[in-house]
C-alpha cells in the first residue's frame, strides 16, 4: 500500500488505476487489498525515543514463510536489520533475504541487485555523500508496496523496478529508459550487519549465473558476530539480456582487516573496494569480495527481467527451486501467485466492521505474523542441519529464525489456532536442530542453525508445552521432553533455587515459568514424580521476593539482596534485561493466584497494576510502565481478569490497540520482533489472548471488529470455523455486558482452546459502562 494515502477507499482506486506493473484485479473482498508493507519499516531511534528504534519491517516482496524477500535496502550497517529505513532518501540495492523486526544489528541482506546506467561503479556509498557510488535517490511518490510486490523509481538513473517472490525465488523487472551503457550488477559481498567473508560466482550459460555467498561471525552479521551466523547462500540467477558484456570485480582484502559492521562502510574500507580489479574474459571467479555486472544497451522503456532462485544447501538446491516455481513464468504471473498464497493465508481470520485503517492494520498485522519461522528446507526437502550437513525431511518443513524470547507469548499461541501445521514444523526444527548439533537442548533464540544464546530464558519448551496441551503433536514428544528437562538443567534455577545477578529477576521468573510448561508436559506423559517437581520447581519466582520492599529484587550468588536504590522498581536493566522489575515482576503467569497472594493480596495488586497502566504515557513508545514496546509486558493487561476486574482488561486493551498500533510508518511502537507485535495486536483485536502458554486458557478481552471469523485447520481439530460476534460495538461501547456462547449465557472471561478449535460462536454485547458482574464466574 502506498503509505502516504491512508484513505484505503482513495488507494484502492489508484491500485486499479495502475497499468502491469504486476497488478492483479483488487478484488474488494481479499484481505490482501489492506496489506501495508510500510507499516513499521523504520529503524528511526529519533522516532521511537529510544535506542531500538522502531518496527523495522521492510516493505519488499515476500510470500507467507517463505525463504525468499526481495526488498530495498537502504543502508549496511548500524542497528538495521530490515537494511531499509523509510526516511533514507536513497536505495543501495535490492536484496533477496531479509530478516523482519528484529534489533541486534540483523543479518541476511545478501545478494545486492542494482540497475545503473553510465559509469561502472563498485560500491555503493553513502547516503551523506562522503563517498559517492552506485546508490540512487529514489521518487517518495513512486514507492509502492502491496502483498508479494514492490516498485519504486530510481531517480538518479531513471530506472523503474518492481520485484516479486515465491517461496525460494524471485523476480525483478527494470523498466531502463534509453542507454547504451545500461546494466545490473550485484554486489555478492553485501550482508546487512556485515560482509560475507567467501564468494563464488561462475557463468552457466549466456543468460545464467550461480554461485554462492559463505557468511561466518567474522563478516559480522548476527550480534555483529555474537550471534554465531553461519550460512551460505547458493544463487542459480538467470537475465533475459544475454551475458555478452559481462565481467567481475575483486577487492584485495588484508588478512588482517577486522570485517565487520562498522568496518566494512568505513571511508577506508569503501576505498578499498573502489580499487577492486575489474575481472573480464573469464567464466567464473572466487574471492573475498567479488560484485558481478552485466552491460548491455537499452532502448527507451525497455524492460529487463531478472529472475534468482536460492537455497542454503548447494547451488543444484538453487537452480531446482528456481525451476520448481518461476522458470518460464512471467513477472506478473508470479506476483499474482504471490497474491494469492497471501490471499489463502491471510484467509485464516476473516474480520468484518471496524474502519478502514482497523482492517488494514489488522491484516498487516497478521501479514507480519507470517513472514517467519520462515522455510529452510529446499522444495526437494532438503536442508543443512546442525551439524552443517545435508538432511533430507518429508514430513515437516525445516523452519528457521525462532525469535523465541518473543514469540512464545502470542505469535505462537495464535498458529496453534489458524496454523497448527507450523507449529509441529517450528517443534520438528527446534528437536532435529538440538540432535544434529549435538547439543541436546533447545535454542531460544535460533537463526539459521546458531545457537545464539541470544535474551534470556527457555522459551522453546513454552512453545513445546503449549502445542502439547492443545492437542498439536505430529513430532516426537519423548525426544523433545528430553531435550526440555536438558534445557532446563542447563539454564535454570537449579544451582540456588533462583538466578543470580546481573539479571537475577529476568532470569528466575522466566526460568520458573518454563518449569512449570515442563510440568504440563510430564502430567500428559504420566510422569508424577517429574511433573511433582518441575512444579515445585515453577514456585521458584517467590526466593528473589523481598517483602520487606513489597517486590521481586535481585539476589547475590551468595545470597545476600542486591542494593535497592532510588525508584529501584522503574529501574530499567535493575535485576532484568531490557526491562526494569516493575515490568519483569509481573511475569508470574503459571501462577496468577500465588503472585497476587505474594503481593499482598488482591485490592493491593489491582490497586497497583492499575497505577502501573494510569502513568503509562499516552503514546506507548518505549517508557517505564506498561511499555508495550517490548515483549515482557505483553500479557499484563489480560491479567485483571484473574484479578476480578475483566472490564479493566476490556478498557486497557483496547486503548493499546488504538494508541499503539497505526496506519502508518510509525504504526509499531517497538521492534516488530519476527511477528510478536503484530501477534499481540491480532489476538487482542480479536478478543482472545492468553496470559499463559502452555495451559488452554484464552482469555476474553474487547474486540475490535463486528464480527472475526477463525477457519479451523480440520486436520487437526473438529471444529470448521469459531466466529466472535459482537453487538452494539464502537469506539465507545468497549466494555462486556453479557455474552452468549453457542446461544448459551456465558459468565466466564476466558475459553479453553477446546472451545475455539471445535467450532461454534462467542457473541459478546457491548456497551460504554463496565458491567461489573460479568465474567467473575470461574466454574
Given at each position: 500500500m502506498i503509505n502516504r494515502l491512508k484513505n484505503s477507499g482513495l488507494l484502492y482506486i489508484i491500485m486499479l488505476l495502475t497499468a502491469c506493473s504486476g497488478v492483479r484485479n483488487m478484488d474488494e473482498n481479499l484481505p490482501s487489498r489492506y496489506v501495508n508493507p510500510f507499516i513499521g519499516a523504520s529503524t528511526s531511534v529519533g522516532a521511537a525515543e529510544v535506542y531500538h528504534g522502531l518496527g523495522k519491517t521492510f516493505p519488499g516482496a515476500a510470500t507467507p514463510f517463505g525463504m525468499?524477500?526481495?526488498?530495498?535496502?537502504?543502508?549496511?550497517?548500524?542497528?538495521?536489520?530490515?537494511?531499509?529505513?523509510?526516511?533514507?532518501?536513497?536505495?543501495?540495492?535490492?536484496?533477496?533475504?531479509?530478516?523482519?523486526?528484529?534489533?541486534?544489528?540483523?543479518?541476511?541482506?545478501?545478494?545486492?541487485?542494482?540497475?545503473?546506467?553510465?559509469?561502472?561503479?563498485?560500491?555503493?556509498?553513502?547516503?551523506?555523500?562522503?563517498?559517492?557510488?552506485?546508490?540512487?535517490?529514489?521518487?517518495?511518490?513512486?514507492?509502492?508496496?502491496?502483498?508479494?510486490?514492490?516498485?519504486?523509481?530510481?531517480?538518479?538513473?531513471?530506472?523503474?523496478?518492481?520485484?516479486?517472490?515465491a517461496p525460494h525465488s524471485g523476480m525483478l523487472r527494470f523498466t531502463f529508459p534509453e542507454n547504451k551503457s545500461s546494466r545490473i550488477q550485484i554486489d555478492l559481498a553485501r550482508r546487512v550487519g556485515g560482509t560475507s567473508e567467501r564468494q563464488y560466482i561462475r557463468k552457466v550459460d549466456d543468460y545464467t549465473i550461480q554461485g554462492w555467498m559463505l557468511c561466518t561471525p567474522d563478516g559480522g552479521g548476527w550480534g555483529n558476530g555474537d550471534g554465531k551466523a553461519r550460512y551460505t547462500v547458493y544463487f542459480y540467477a538467470r537475465f533475459s539480456k544475454p551475458l555478452k558484456d559481462f565481467g567481475f570485480w575483486t577487492a584485495d582484502i588484508p588478512d588482517s582487516w577486522?570485517?565487520?559492521?562498522?568496518?566494512?562502510?568505513?571511508?577506508?574500507?569503501?576505498?578499498?573496494?573502489?580499487?577492486?580489479?575489474?575481472?573480464?574474459?573469464?567464466?567464473?571467479?572466487?574471492?573475498?569480495?567479488?560484485?558481478?555486472?552485466?552491460?548491455?544497451?537499452?532502448?527507451?522503456?525497455?524492460?529487463?527481467?531478472?529472475?534468482?532462485?536460492?537455497?542454503?544447501?548447494?547451488?543444484?538446491?538453487?537452480?531446482?527451486?528456481?525451476?520448481?516455481?518461476?522458470?518460464?513464468?512471467?513477472?506478473?504471473?508470479?506476483?499474482?501467485?504471490?497474491?494469492?498464497?497471501?490471499?489463502?493465508?491471510?484467509?485464516?481470520?476473516?474480520?468484518?466492521?471496524?474502519?478502514?485503517?482497523?482492517?488494514?492494520?489488522?491484516?498487516?498485522?497478521?501479514?507480519?505474523?507470517?513472514?517467519?519461522?520462515?522455510?529452510?528446507?529446499?522444495?526437494?526437502?532438503?536442508?543443512?542441519?546442525?551439524?552443517?550437513?545435508?538432511?533430507?525431511?518429508?514430513?515437516?518443513?525445516k523452519r528457521t529464525i525462532f525469535s523465541g524470547w518473543d514469540?512464545?507469548?502470542?505469535?505462537?499461541?495464535?498458529?496453534?489456532?489458524?496454523?497448527?501445521?507450523?507449529?509441529?514444523?517450528?517443534?520438528?526444527?527446534?528437536?532435529?536442530?538440538?540432535?544434529?548439533?549435538?547439543?541436546?537442548?533447545?535454542?531460544?533464540?535460533?537463526?539459521?542453525?546458531?545457537?545464539?544464546?541470544?535474551?534470556?530464558?527457555?522459551?522453546?519448551?513454552?512453545?513445546?508445552?503449549?502445542?502439547?496441551?492443545?492437542?498439536?503433536?505430529?513430532?516426537?514428544?519423548?525426544?523433545?521432553?528430553?531435550?526440555?528437562?536438558?534445557?532446563s538443567r542447563k539454564f535454570g534455577n537449579d544451582a540456588l533455587g533462583y538466578s543470580p545477578a546481573p539479571h537475577s529477576i529476568s532470569n528466575t521468573l522466566e526460568y520458573a515459568y518454563t518449569d512449570w510448561c515442563i510440568a504440563q508436559i510430564a502430567k500428559g506423559l504420566g510422569k508424577e514424580d517429574d511433573a511433582l517437581r518441575f512444579h515445585i520447581k515453577g514456585q521458584a519466582y517467590k526466593n528473589i521476593f523481598d517483602q520487606e520492599k513489597g517486590w521481586f529484587r535481585p539476589k547475590n550468588a551468595d545470597g545476600t539482596w542486591e542494593p535497592w536504590p532510588e525508584n529501584a522498581r522503574t529501574k530499567e536493566w535493575y535485576g532484568s534485561i531490557e526491562s526494569n522489575p516493575y515490568q519483569q515482576g509481573w511475569f508470574v503467569p503459571q501462577d496468577v493466584q500465588g503472585m497476587i497472594e505474594l503481593m499482598g493480596g488482591i485490592d493491593k495488586v489491582l490497586a497497583d497494576l492499575?497505577?502501573?497502566?494510569?502513568?503509562?504515557?499516552?503514546?506507548?513508545?518505549?517508557?517505564?510502565?506498561?511499555?508495550?514496546?517490548?515483549?515482557?509486558?505483553?500479557?499484563?493487561?489480560?491479567?485483571?481478569?484473574?484479578?476480578?476486574?475483566?472490564?479493566?482488561?476490556?478498557?486497557?486493551?483496547?486503548?493499546?490497540?488504538?494508541?499503539?498500533?497505526?496506519?502508518?510508518?510509525?504504526?509499531?511502537?517497538g521492534n516488530e520482533d519476527v511477528g510478536q507485535m503484530s501477534a499481540w495486536y491480532v489476538l487482542a483485536s480479536t478478543g482472545l489472548h492468553p496470559v499463559t502458554p502452555g495451559s488452554t486458557r484464552y482469555e476474553i478481552t474487547s474486540p475490535i471488529f463486528d464480527e472475526i471469523e477463525f477457519q479451523i485447520d480440520d486436520k487437526f481439530f473438529s471444529g470448521k470455523n469459531f466466529i466472535v460476534k459482537t453487538h452494539n460495538n464502537s469506539s465507545e461501547n468497549v466494555y462486556i455486558q453479557k455474552a452468549l456462547l453457542n446461544g448459551k449465557p456465558y459468565e466466564k472471561c476466558y475459553l479453553d482452546f477446546q472451545n475455539i478449535v471445535s467450532g461454534g460462536k462467542l457473541e459478546l454485547f457491548m456497551g460504554n459502562e463496565p458491567n461489573k458482574e460479568w465474567g467473575l464466574s470461574n466454574d
Open positions: 525468499v524477500q526481495i526488498s530495498p535496502n537502504t543502508i549496511t550497517g548500524g542497528d538495521n536489520s530490515p537494511g531499509y529505513s523509510y526516511e533514507h532518501k536513497t536505495i543501495e540495492g535490492f536484496a533477496v533475504t531479509q530478516m523482519s523486526g528484529t534489533g541486534w544489528y540483523g543479518d541476511l541482506g545478501n545478494f545486492l541487485i542494482m540497475p545503473t546506467t553510465g559509469k561502472l561503479n563498485i560500491i555503493a556509498g553513502k547516503e551523506d555523500g562522503s563517498i559517492s557510488g552506485y546508490r540512487s535517490n529514489y521518487d517518495k511518490d513512486t514507492e509502492v508496496a502491496r502483498a508479494g510486490y514492490y516498485s519504486v523509481n530510481l531517480t538518479d538513473y531513471g530506472i523503474k523496478v518492481e520485484t516479486t517472490a577486522t570485517r565487520k559492521r562498522e568496518e566494512v562502510v568505513s571511508i577506508d574500507y569503501l576505498n578499498r573496494v573502489k580499487e577492486a580489479t575489474i575481472v573480464t574474459g573469464e567464466n567464473e571467479l572466487e574471492g573475498k569480495h567479488l560484485g558481478f555486472y552485466n552491460n548491455f544497451e537499452t532502448h527507451k522503456d525497455e524492460e529487463v527481467t531478472m529472475q534468482v532462485g536460492v537455497s542454503f544447501v548447494d547451488m543444484d538446491g538453487a537452480e531446482r527451486n528456481y525451476k520448481a516455481e518461476i522458470a518460464d513464468k512471467t513477472f506478473d504471473e508470479i506476483s499474482r501467485n504471490a497474491a494469492a498464497m497471501w490471499d489463502k493465508d491471510l484467509q485464516r481470520i476473516k474480520v468484518k466492521g471496524g474502519t478502514e485503517d482497523q482492517k488494514t492494520i489488522f491484516y498487516t498485522a497478521l501479514y507480519h505474523t507470517m513472514i517467519d519461522p520462515r522455510a529452510y528446507s529446499d522444495v526437494d526437502g532438503r536442508y543443512v542441519g546442525g551439524d552443517y550437513k545435508i538432511h533430507q525431511t518429508t514430513n515437516f518443513t514469540v512464545f507469548r502470542s505469535q505462537f499461541p495464535l498458529q496453534t489456532i489458524i496454523n497448527p501445521t507450523l507449529v509441529n514444523d517450528q517443534l520438528n526444527s527446534l528437536i532435529t536442530l538440538a540432535e544434529e548439533s549435538g547439543n541436546e537442548y533447545f535454542e531460544r533464540w535460533e537463526f539459521l542453525n546458531a545457537y545464539s544464546g541470544c535474551m534470556i530464558g527457555n522459551p522453546a519448551i513454552s512453545v513445546l508445552a503449549d502445542a502439547y496441551v492443545k492437542g498439536i503433536r505430529g513430532y516426537d514428544i519423548n525426544k523433545a521432553y528430553q531435550y526440555a528437562i536438558n534445557t492499575n497505577e502501573f497502566f494510569e502513568k503509562t504515557p499516552d503514546h506507548f513508545l518505549w517508557n517505564d510502565y506498561y511499555n508495550h514496546a517490548n515483549e515482557p509486558v505483553h500479557h499484563v493487561p489480560f491479567l485483571f481478569n484473574q484479578l476480578k476486574a475483566p472490564w479493566l482488561t476490556q478498557k486497557w486493551s483496547r486503548l493499546i490497540c488504538e494508541k499503539a498500533y497505526k496506519n502508518s510508518v510509525e504504526g509499531i511502537v
